[in-house]
């Protein structure tokens, strides 16, 4: 049952949210004495009662069954500290503000990483007026490719979805933008500042 909820991650959840074991009972319309159950390890919640469970208690069903609560430090949204996921079995690309748990197609997704760029993904950022000029050398077959750029500023993100057998480049308004980020499907995340030229 290490996969399952524990009942220490109840109660410490429970605790959190100022609530008593009857206030939690009351909630999910069961007995006072089954939370206690939970609690002491003499029982597990049924699998039906996860959701409306992990919903009393403010966290993700994965949240719940990790027993690893996700708490957002970025809390002023600078987007400087965003987080990339893609999810690999659609290649899904989603952009979160801070810390957050996500899944996609069954999967949970965990942040991206990003590397420096090396020999195999170089990149060209060039400033054209008022906008930056992104190109990234690499093939682009159906098998091997760059998914997406990313532009970031304090306040935003821009992002251009890229797709097999097209060009890996775009385009970005400059707005005080300080990271480039582009995703290979097969080597991961890569961060170049501009000005600099991997």
């Not at 909820?5 to 100022?18: F, H, K, S, W, Y």
């Not at 009351?26 to 469970?53: F, N």
Request: aromatic share 8%; hydrophobic share 40%; proline share 5%.
């Amino acid at each position: 049952m290490n996969q399952y909820v524990t009942g220490a991650t109840i109660r410490d959840l429970r605790e959190r949210r100022g609530l008593r074991q009857t206030d939690l009972a009351c909630k999910l319309a069961i007995s006072d004495k089954t939370v206690s159950r939970w609690e002491t390890g003499k029982g597990y919640p049924d699998i039906t009662l996860l959701e409306p469970l992990a919903h009393v208690l403010g966290v993700s069903v994965s949240e719940l069954i990790s027993g690893n609560a996700v708490e957002n430090t970025n809390v002023a949204a600078n987007m400087m500290h965003c987080k990339f996921f893609v999810c690999p079995v659609c290649g899904n690309v989603i952009v979160g503000a801070g810390e957050a748990s996500i899944s996609c197609c069954g999967v949970e997704l965990v942040p991206l990483e990003a590397d420096s760029p090396d020999d195999g993904h170089p990149v060209c950022v060039e400033r054209v007026e008022d906008e930056l000029f992104v190109r990234v050398n690499h093939p682009m077959t159906k098998l091997h490719y760059i998914s997406f750029l990313a532009a970031v500023s304090p306040d935003r993100v821009q992002l251009v979805k890229l797709y097999p057998e097209s060009d890996a480049q775009t385009r970005f308004k400059l707005a005080c933008v300080r990271a480039v980020y582009y995703y290979c499907n097969k080597d991961g995340l890569f961060c170049v500042r501009p000005g600099r030229r991997g």
